[in-house]
């Protein structure tokens, strides 16, 4: 089965501590994503990756990080610089960079990341 | 900077009704508009993608319309189910270089026997 797999679905994070969710694909997509969401409200982007090795800053970036060495891996990394991160994490993948604008994005699954 | 509204916030209908969810966005230069489903806690499920040259995609009992001149878009349920129950997101791609997806609050539909 193709599709997009995100684990842990939970995570609890102390403060001050550094957490890496993981997002892997299938799909043989070029394009990935994360989104944020916060109870009622829709998903706000924070990072994006068009190819392996480049990724690009979406509109919440501050306080996370990525990498995308892989083709089917776009991990992200919620820093203690991030002040609020208790939310729902999902990540999407598009299938081609140059019809990213056009392209249905699929989801992953989610994680609920919690700050104790 | 896009906005997209989606009214109502939430609905409750009994079920074989047919019901209508609007989406309006602030920016008329989308390249599509794309209706999700998301069930509580899971991740989304895309539902229709309409480009900026169409007016309207079908699937099934849903029927998504795209009035890019007044910013508006509509997700008409024909039907309706308990299995409809979910939040409905509506989000748009806008005129940027990649693939950035600008989403409405959703609308929480709840479908009763």
């Known amino acids: 089965d193709g599709g997009i797999t995100q684990s842990p679905k939970y995570l609890f994070r102390k403060e001050g501590q550094n957490v890496t969710l993981s997002c892997e694909q299938n799909?043989?997509?070029?394009?990935m994503y994360w989104y944020r969401q916060d109870p009622g409200q829709g998903l706000r982007l924070i990072y994006y990756s068009q190819i392996v090795n480049d990724f690009q800053k979406g509109d919440i970036a501050e306080g996370y990080s990525v990498s995308r060495e892989k083709k089917e891996s776009f991990p992200l990394t919620v820093t203690s610089a991030q002040k609020n991160p208790t939310a729902f994490y999902l990540c999407a993948s598009s299938k081609n960079r140059h019809d990213s604008l056009r392209d249905t994005q699929y989801f992953g699954p989610g994680t609920r990341l919690t700050v104790l | 900077k896009q906005e997209v509204t989606q009214i109502p916030a939430a609905l409750s209908v009994p079920e074989g009704e047919n019901l209508v969810l609007n989406c309006s966005f602030t920016d008329s230069a989308i390249y599509n508009l794309q209706w999700f489903r998301q069930d509580p806690g899971k991740g989304l499920t895309s539902l229709l993608l309409?480009?900026?040259?169409?007016r309207e995609q079908t699937s099934g009992r849903l029927n998504a319309s795209l009035d890019k001149s007044s910013g508006r878009s509509t997700l008409y349920i024909a039907a309706s189910q308990p299995g409809d129950s979910a939040t409905y997101l509506c989000?748009?791609?806008?005129?940027?270089?990649?693939?950035?997806?600008?989403f409405g609050q959703g609308t929480i539909l709840t479908v009763h026997p």
């Open positions: 989000a748009v791609v806008g005129g940027t270089s990649y693939g950035k997806l600008t």
């Open positions: 309409i480009q900026s040259s169409q």
């Open positions: 799909l043989n997509h070029d394009a």
